[in-house]
C-alpha cells in the first residue's frame, strides 16, 4: 500500500492517491494523513483517486464509514469526490455507500472520471 496527500491550489482542493489494497487500517493511516493536510491548509473538499487501489471492504465497514469519518476526520462540512475503477465497487455497493453517507449529511460521491468528479467538486455545495 502507498499513498500521496497533497493540496491542489489551483482548484482549492485536497487530492489524495492511493495504491494498493484499501482495507480498513490502511484506511485510518489515509485518513491521518488527509487530516493533516486539511489542517495545513484549512480546506474542505477532498478528491479521493483509489483508481490504483483493489477495495477490500465489507458492507459492514461501508455502512460504518460515516461514522468513522465523521468522528475522526470528516465532519459535515466536507465536500468529497470518490473516482473508482469502474470494476473496483460494485453498483450497489457504490450507491449504498453514497446513500449511507447522504443518510448521515454527508456530502460524497463516486465517479469513475477524474473531470467529472473535479467539475461536481468545484460545485456549489447546498446547504
Do not use: H
Request: net charge negative.
Amino acid at each position: 500500500m502507498s499513498f500521496r496527500v497533497d493540496y491542489d491550489n489551483v482548484n482549492n482542493c485536497i487530492v489524495g492517491r492511493f495504491e494498493g489494497e484499501f482495507t480498513s487500517k490502511a484506511f485510518d493511516d489515509y485518513l491521518q494523513e488527509i487530516s493533516r493536510v486539511a489542517k495545513q491548509y484549512d480546506c474542505l473538499r477532498f478528491l479521493n483517486d483509489l483508481r490504483g487501489a483493489v477495495i477490500n471492504i465489507s458492507v459492514f465497514d461501508l455502512s460504518e464509514s460515516p461514522a468513522r469519518t465523521i468522528d475522526s476526520t470528516f465532519d459535515r462540512r466536507w465536500k468529497r469526490a470518490i473516482v473508482l475503477n469502474p470494476d473496483s465497487l460494485s453498483t450497489e455497493k457504490r450507491e449504498f455507500f453514497e446513500t449511507v453517507n447522504e443518510n448521515r449529511g454527508v456530502s460524497v460521491k463516486t465517479f469513475n472520471d477524474m473531470a467529472e468528479a473535479l467539475d461536481w467538486l468545484k460545485t456549489k455545495q447546498s446547504s
